[in-house]
């Protein structure tokens, strides 16, 4: 079983950039692909970039691709989520998550990851 902690979250004007972190621990590392996913309240969460940590194949939602990048040091059993570029729109919960390899279809679903971290807020002003 693995454990996560996200952080990174906080207040950022729009165009500006955040970098959270997500590291695991309690298992082996390259077991899993690592998701980051984010939630308003009162809305679906919504899976925004995931990582295969034994192959670095990544994939991100359209609502972000070309401004976030995903990545793993897997010396540190760290992913990051660089987000640059950022929109109110961005605002939200982000929770990392993590899913035995093998074990998921999409990777954006949420109810395919069996570990999640605790959410980091991150909010950003017009």
């Known amino acids: 079983e693995v454990q996560l902690q996200a952080f990174g979250g906080g207040l950022v004007q729009t165009g500006g950039s955040l970098r959270l972190s997500c590291t695991a621990s309690g298992s082996t590392f390259d077991d899993y692909a690592i998701g980051w996913f984010r939630q308003v309240p009162g809305r679906k969460r919504e899976g925004v970039s995931y990582i295969n940590v034994d192959d670095g194949n990544t994939d991100y939602a359209d609502s972000v691709k070309g401004r976030f990048t995903i990545s793993s040091d897997n010396a540190k059993t760290t992913v990051y989520l660089q987000m640059n570029s950022l929109k109110p729109e961005d605002t939200a919960i982000y929770y990392c998550?993590?899913?035995?390899?093998?074990?998921?279809?999409?990777?954006?679903?949420?109810?395919?990851?069996?570990?999640w971290g605790q959410g980091t807020l991150v909010t950003v002003s017009s």
């Open positions: 998550a993590a899913v035995v390899l093998g074990d998921y279809n999409d990777g954006f679903f949420a109810y395919e990851y069996d570990y």
